[in-house]
């Protein structure tokens, strides 16, 4: 019974999410030729201030736009 977390940063919508969880729980079930309510998915929304990459934390470089989605007016 595989167990998936996905970490994001917030901004998807639940459409996304639920689009999201179907494609993993599809590539799982084709994959390892299991049920489909055998594939448990997570989501886990953190903060630009939780993660960094090369030693700067995410909110001091600003939120980046999703693909699809206009920039954020600041």
């Given at each position: 019974m595989?167990?998936?977390?996905?970490?994001?940063?917030?901004?998807?919508?639940?459409?996304?999410?639920?689009?999201?969880?179907?494609?993993?729980?599809?590539?799982?079930?084709?994959?390892?030729?299991?049920?489909?309510?055998?594939?448990?998915?997570?989501?886990?929304?953190?903060?630009?201030?939780?993660?960094?990459?090369?030693?700067?934390?995410?909110?001091?470089t600003?939120?980046?736009?999703?693909?699809?989605q206009?920039?954020?007016?600041?």
């Amino acid at each position: 019974m595989p167990f998936v977390r996905i970490e994001m940063f917030p901004g998807r919508t639940r459409d996304q999410k639920a689009a999201c969880a179907k494609a993993v729980t599809d590539a799982i079930v084709n994959t390892l030729g299991i049920g489909p309510n055998s594939v448990y998915i997570t989501f886990w929304e953190m903060q630009h201030e939780d993660c960094a990459v090369a030693g700067v934390l995410k909110d001091e470089t600003g939120p980046k736009p999703f693909p699809g989605q206009p920039a954020a007016k600041g």
